[in-house]
């Protein structure tokens, strides 16, 4: 048998102006996870689709077992075992596992399916995958990391031998991410080798065993998961030292700008105080579903709270609440999910950035171009957002800018305090580390932000103070520096305990 | 949205032109064939006035569709304003209220109807985004009919020998001299109304706002858009627009009004909005479009019914065929450009050789 279960020599991929792929060498063990990271448009998908037949490569060879093979279509790819999932699991979410499973290829008795067997087989294989439910469970009933756990074990029952995960963990949270590793490795302990894409360094080092880089077309290298550090992975990414990743700042907190007390809403959370001063970063953490992004949504009054007072500068602000009227209060809101809330991705990059200030954006009664023009333009530059011009539209964009435009339409109604939910997801290294140098300039201007974020490092090393969310309860909040990432995980799954609040009448009849 | 060469951003536009250039063509041949002319433009304006009907109605549409809803009780709508100013007039006269003060105020209250009758709409759809807005105005438009009925039974208001309806008689007939052609007020009106809206959609910021929301209404509402209170507005707005169209349908019907009349008229309405570059989508369109394509339809009634001699109801199969042709264009367009993608690709792995495994 030959060392390496695949090999990929010298792989060249040219599209129309752009090299995707230029001598690109990769090889995989039988019963290794190798991970491949790279910032958005290094060629890393371009790759995957190479391997899984869905590009044909202008070079190279792709060698199976020591053969020579041509991947001339995906069903060839598949026959060969290669199996990718991706993201989110493109299932049939009214169908059952055990169908989706066998979708296309169910066992049969004549012309009728066999459920009692096909039912019996799909539990077998998610079984020794390691799953927790049933073969007859519809799919709708299962969370995102069981769902890809079903995608799993449809590549396993058509004999996977090269499993692909193309960021499996991007919308899982803690939790979930940890039982997808425990099924990754049950995998590989098995003798399955999976490729692993990703953007997170937790999942890469939680997993790997070996890690190859992509950077502008070009495989940098491929080094033993314990010979590197995260600080080497990045500098290969980026090609330069980032500098400081998590660049330091010496806070100068102000007053209170804004102040949440008590709020609840059925179902949803419970009680929920928190506050945020001018100069200070609040980062509030938890488990994905824990309740963070409604407890926004009611703030701006997309959803309706059932209890609760919103301070902002020391006043309360009474009546029904508008995402309007708390912009024009001084609110900004980064959406957790910027495609569906943040953009209007077939508009131009100077239409989405004039759009919540539309009406100053005015000669007399009509729109004024030249204003529009002006605005997103500083924008563009001040965010150095990469893009040929302000009429770019956002789905021609990475994750990255993207997520510049959104905050450029913060930064252009002049918002004092930011909402940033989850600002760096889908982004890539370079763009994250200046959304971070960004955020410090912000609060070093005196503006408060209040960042919701899933991924540990962000919320540790950005934070001046953290609340942690569990099942819509705040249980812990402290100064960053005083906590430890075991803290903070404690608090996330702690639901036992609930912070009480002090609301300021209370603080007076205690001291009394 | 995105600044491109003016062929480019107004094509869907050119291609109205190029419709209506060769409709008129086609009728200038048949019509020079038959040895006569009775097909040439100022006839053509002359005859117009009946299918401008429902071009007000396709610009309060055209507003409704532009923000990816839709509103069938637009017919229904006008019906139920001409409706409430017939029976308040008549009630308010022979109240002994003189003739003109209560006709002004008939009027009023024919365009507060349809207002309110979109504001229903609107209220109904904004509150209840679960309801889709088809259900929902397919559901007002049996109510608002079922209330001209209530109103009217199968009586018919006639106010023929009225002085003061005699103003709407007037308003529908009128026409104005300009050189050698006269062009019928009905037409004016519009053309000042699309102006308006023109101006609004294309120019101002409530226009930015509409097509935001057909766009992406989520997305707008975190962006500030008053979306509800916005969309709402845009009912009643589509709702007026409807008590216009009726207000000139009295006087086209001779200062009649009638429980069982302009129905199917939101049809119109919508195939008008749609055929001027409105898709039920959302998000796009422009009212220049929506002026052609009344143009348009009044051109292919007119031609094929003078002309060839189509009856009104037969010459709706044309207009049928036309509408479905001009909405698949663009799919036409994007499939023959993917083939020829696909076959590109295809010849690519053709080009790469291959072994066997």
């Known amino acids: 048998m030959a060392e390496h279960l695949l090999e990929m020599n010298h792989i060249t991929k040219v599209f129309p102006g752009t090299k995707a792929l230029d001598n690109v060498s990769f090889n995989l063990k039988a019963g290794e996870i190798h991970a491949i990271i790279g910032e958005n448009g290094a060629g890393k998908s371009t790759f995957i689709q190479v391997l899984t037949g869905v590009f044909q490569p202008d070079g190279g060879e792709i060698i199976l077992d020591g053969k020579k093979v041509v991947m001339s279509n995906p069903v060839v790819a598949e026959k060969h075992g290669i199996s990718a999932i991706y993201q989110h699991p493109a299932s049939y979410p009214d169908l059952s596992v055990a169908e989706n499973i066998y979708i296309g290829h169910e066992f049969k008795t004549g012309p009728f399916v066999n459920w009692a067997k096909t039912n019996r087989e799909a539990q077998k294989t998610l079984d020794s995958a390691g799953a927790n439910f049933q073969a007859t469970a519809p799919v709708s009933s299962l969370s995102v990391a069981q769902q890809q756990l079903v995608e799993i074990a449809k590549a396993l029952s058509q004999n996977a031998r090269i499993l692909i995960m193309d960021e499996p963990t991007a919308a899982l949270s803690r939790r979930e991410s940890e039982e997808l590793y425990e099924i990754a490795k049950n995998l590989r302990d098995k003798g399955v080798a999976i490729i692993l894409i990703s953007h997170r360094f937790e999942d890469i080092f939680g997993l790997a065993d070996r890690v190859t880089v992509f950077r502008d077309a070009h495989s940098i290298g491929t080094w033993d998961i314990h010979e590197v550090d995260e600080p080497t992975l990045v500098r290969h990414m980026v090609g330069h030292e980032i500098g400081d990743y998590f660049p330091a700042r010496e806070p100068k907190i102000g007053k209170e700008v804004l102040r949440i007390e008590n709020m609840s809403r059925e179902g949803y959370f419970r009680n929920v105080c928190l506050n945020v001063h001018a100069g200070e970063i609040v980062g509030v953490t938890g488990l994905v579903g824990a309740g963070r992004t409604e407890v926004i949504e009611a703030l701006f009054g997309v959803t309706g709270a059932d209890s609760g007072k919103v301070f902002i500068d020391g006043k309360e602000i009474t009546g029904k609440r508008s995402p309007r009227r708390m912009m024009d209060l001084g609110l900004g809101w980064l959406p957790e999910d910027r495609a569906r809330q943040g953009l209007h991705l077939r508009w131009g990059i100077k239409q989405n950035i004039s759009l919540p200030i539309i009406d100053e954006c005015r000669n007399g009664l009509f729109i004024a171009d030249e204003k529009e023009r002006a605005i997103s333009e500083e924008m563009k530059d001040l965010l150095s957002i990469k893009a040929p011009s302000v009429e770019t539209t956002p789905n021609e964009l990475s994750g990255g800018n993207q997520q510049k435009v959104v905050i450029g339409k913060l930064l252009a109604a002049k918002s004092k305090i930011l909402i940033l939910d989850e600002p760096t997801k889908g982004v890539d290294v370079g763009s994250k580390a200046q959304i971070y140098r960004l955020m410090n300039d912000l609060v070093s201007q005196g503006k408060g932000i209040l960042m919701i974020s899933s991924e540990m490092p962000e919320v540790m090393n950005m934070s001046d103070r953290i609340y942690v969310v569990c099942e819509g309860r705040i249980t812990m909040e402290a100064p960053a520096k005083q906590l430890s990432q075991e803290d903070i995980l404690k608090a996330a799954m702690n639901t036992d305990s609930e912070r009480r609040c002090e609301s300021e009448s209370e603080k007076k009849s205690a001291d009394s | ?357």
């Open chain 2, 1 to 357: 949205m995105k600044r491109k060469s003016p062929l480019k951003a107004y094509s869907w536009e050119f291609m109205l032109v190029g419709l209506l250039v060769v409709l008129w063509i086609i009728f200038e041949i048949k019509d020079s064939s038959r040895g006569r002319d009775v097909f040439n433009f100022a006839r053509m304006m002359s005859g117009m006035s009946v299918y401008m009907l429902y071009s007000f109605m396709a610009l309060g549409m055209a507003l409704i569709l532009g923000m990816g809803d839709i509103d069938i009780s637009v017919g229904a709508s006008a019906t139920l304003s001409a409706a409430v100013m017939g029976v308040l007039y008549r009630s308010m006269t022979s109240g002994g209220m003189a003739n003109g003060p209560a006709f002004a105020i008939a009027i009023l209250a024919c365009l507060a109807t349809g207002c309110l009758c979109g504001f229903l709409n609107g209220f109904l759809i904004t509150r209840f985004r679960e309801l889709f807005p088809m259900i929902v105005t397919l559901g007002t438009m049996l109510f608002f009919r079922g209330f001209c009925y209530l109103f009217l039974g199968g009586e018919t208001l006639k106010f023929e020998n009225d002085a003061t309806w005699a103003l709407l008689k007037k308003l529908y007939n009128g026409s104005i001299e300009i050189g050698s052609v006269s062009f019928p007020t009905i037409i004016l009106w519009f053309l000042g109304f699309a102006a308006v809206f023109y101006i609004f959609l294309h120019k101002m910021s409530g226009g930015r706002k509409l097509f935001a929301i057909g766009e992406n209404r989520i997305s707008s509402r975190c962006s500030g858009v008053n979306v509800d209170r916005f969309e709402l507005l845009m009912f009643v707005v589509c709702g007026f627009m409807a008590a216009v169209s009726a207000l000139f349908y009295i006087g086209c019907a001779s200062a009649t009004v009638r429980a069982d009349a302009m129905q199917g008229y939101e049809m119109y309405a919508i195939a008008v909005a749609v055929l001027g570059g409105f898709s039920t989508s959302g998000g796009k369109g422009n009212i220049i479009g929506v002026v052609l394509s009344v143009l348009i339809f009044g051109v292919m009634k007119k031609g094929l019914g003078t002309l060839f001699g189509f009856s009104d109801s037969t010459v709706n199969l044309a207009v049928g065929i036309v509408l479905i042709l001009a909405s698949l264009l663009p799919n036409i367009v994007q499939y023959i450009s993917h083939k020829k993608q696909l076959k590109k690709q295809q010849t690519d792995i053709q080009a790469f050789p291959s072994g066997k495994p």
